[in-house]
C-alpha cells in the first residue's frame, strides 16, 4: 500500500511558479514510477508529467512541455513539479500517482495509487 500525500498548490498570476510536492509512504517508493494528472472544472483528467523509478526519464504532455519539470528524490520519499511560466489554463486539482515498475503504464493511465489533490488556481 502507498499513501500520496500532495502539497504546494495555490493562486498566482499568470507568469508565476508553483513548486508541488509529493510525499509518498512506504518502503518501496523506488519500485513505483510516479507521475501528476490534472483536472479542470468541467473538463475531463489529463496526464501531465511522469517520471521513470531511478529518475534518468520524464515525459511531459505537449502543453506543458517546457515550463514543467518532474523530478524525484528516493530516499525521501519524494516527486517534485516544478511549474513555471503558469498560465491561467493550467488552473486544475492537480493529483500525484504512483504505477508499478513502468512510467508506460502512467501514460496509459493505468496507476496503482492516487493522491487527493492540490488546487492550483492561475490568475490573468
Known amino acids: 500500500q502507498v499513501q500520496l500525500v500532495e502539497s504546494g498548490g495555490g493562486l498566482v498570476q499568470a507568469g508565476g511558479s508553483l513548486r508541488l510536492s509529493c510525499a509518498a509512504s512506504?518502503?518501496?517508493?523506488?519500485?513505483?514510477?510516479m507521475g501528476w494528472f490534472r483536472q479542470a472544472p468541467g473538463k475531463e483528467r489529463e496526464f501531465v508529467a511522469a517520471?521513470?523509478?531511478?529518475?534518468?526519464?520524464?515525459y511531459y504532455a505537449d502543453s506543458v512541455e517546457g515550463r514543467f519539470t518532474i523530478s524525484r528524490d528516493n530516499a525521501k520519499n519524494t516527486v517534485i513539479l516544478q511549474m513555471n511560466s503558469l498560465e491561467p489554463e493550467d488552473t486544475a486539482v492537480y493529483y500525484c500517482?504512483?504505477?508499478?515498475?513502468?512510467?508506460?503504464?502512467?501514460?496509459?493511465?493505468?496507476?496503482?495509487?492516487w493522491g487527493q489533490g492540490t488546487q492550483v488556481t492561475v490568475s490573468s
Open positions: 517520471i521513470s523509478r531511478g529518475g534518468t526519464s520524464t
Open positions: 512506504g518502503r518501496t517508493f523506488s519500485t513505483y514510477a
Open positions: 500517482v504512483a504505477a508499478a515498475k513502468s512510467t508506460r503504464r502512467i501514460l496509459g493511465e493505468e496507476v496503482d495509487y
